[in-house]
């Protein structure tokens, strides 16, 4: 690799490491703020390449979607204590784009069309055709385009444009945004609405691409202590590269058994992404069972049929003002325009308007709180919006009508960690 990141040669094989030092992110990132420490020379230089590898991905079209991760601090008895928010840094983000070389790299040596490279006679025979060499990659489809239009038109009551007219405008306008948004209070609401917008990330031996990395080969390959995609990625390169050093060898997988482990993997990622979300609902309805009758500010982050939901800025925990316990007005979900509107004039409530709550409360057994309006404390103007997702693909949140065998929708949609499925 040259002083721009760019690799010069490569070269995959199975090796032993030996460490010279074992740090926590959190020390390596106190050598990059302060220069001072052990390795700071090392350090910094692969902080440089990190940046440049960096820069050139988002140049080519990859999404920054940075959004915070809620952790909690807990008592001795496992009982949250206090909430705190966990945001890449400039060391995390050095290991990340290292990662990504790395699971790049692997993908393209296997899926490339390549000719006469290495011993595997057979792929010389058509160099300028596709290897037919499978493998397991992670892909991530273009975005909905309806929503992505829709979002545009949401985020000008903001201030904020999206152009969607091509794929390279979309990154680098939605790249703008957020970088924009970010530490606003409407920022975990818009960057929650952007992810809504892309495609679920999974594991194929389809090769699409990856539209948010804007990888034309991607794996994953270097977890495979966490993570079964990347032990089948780990065989299959010691098969090809057994391959192409003439040794014989057969994949323990056909194509078709590949496609199935996949499915099963992408299947049990969703289940796990599912677990997570809901481990973090319990913390935050635990969080607040002791503070019922306290006020907090908020944010509404989703609107309803049958009420509002809020977010809590200081603390990201997420309730639901029902139209029940809204007494000031009678209020209806205008489904045209997003919002709940009363039937006085100037009553209406859409997503990133700014108001006050108390919680009313905490149930541990549905993960579930509920607020009280207190107030609404800042005006917006109001703007018409198409809404954000059709009436098929809301949610997968439910309540029971009041009518036997039937069902409400939300309009919330999965979490970000769950649409995305963006992990490194």
Known sequence: MDENATVLNEWFGRTII?????FSYEEVQEIIETGKGEYKDEIFTLDRLAKKLRAERFKKGSIAFDKLEVKFHLDENANPTGVYFKEMKDSNKLIEDFMLLA???????????????GKDKSLAKNPNKQSNRFFVYRVHDTPNEDKL????????????RLRTNTDAAVAESMNSMLKEVHGKPESGMIETLAVRCMSKAIYTTNNIGH???GFEYYSH??????????????????????????IASKPYLDEEELELECKHSSEREK???????????YKQVQYLQDKIGQDFDGIVSGVTEWGLFIEITENH???MVRIRDMKDDAYFFDEDNYCLRGRKPGNVFTLGDSVRIQVKSADLV???????LVKKTEEKKEVAKPKLADKTDKSDKTEKSDKPGKEKKTGKGDSFSDEWGFEI
């Open 103 to 117: 699971n790049r790299k692997v993908a393209e040596y296997v899926g490339k069309p390549r000719t006469d490279k």
């Open 366 to 372: 549905k993960k579930q709180l509920d607020f009280i």
């Open 317 to 319: 925990c997420e309730g």
């Open 211 to 213: 539209y948010g990395l």
């Open 221 to 246: 390959f270097t977890s495979p202590i966490r993570r079964y995609p990347d032990v089948l990625a780990h065989r299959l390169l010691q098969h090809y590269l057994d391959l192409d050093h003439g």
């Open 18 to 22: 030996y460490s010279d030092h074992r």
């Open 271 to 281: 289940l796990a992404a599912d677990a997570e979300r809901a481990s973090i609902k």
């Open 149 to 160: 239009e829709a979002l545009s038109v949401f985020v000008t009551r903001f201030g904020y």
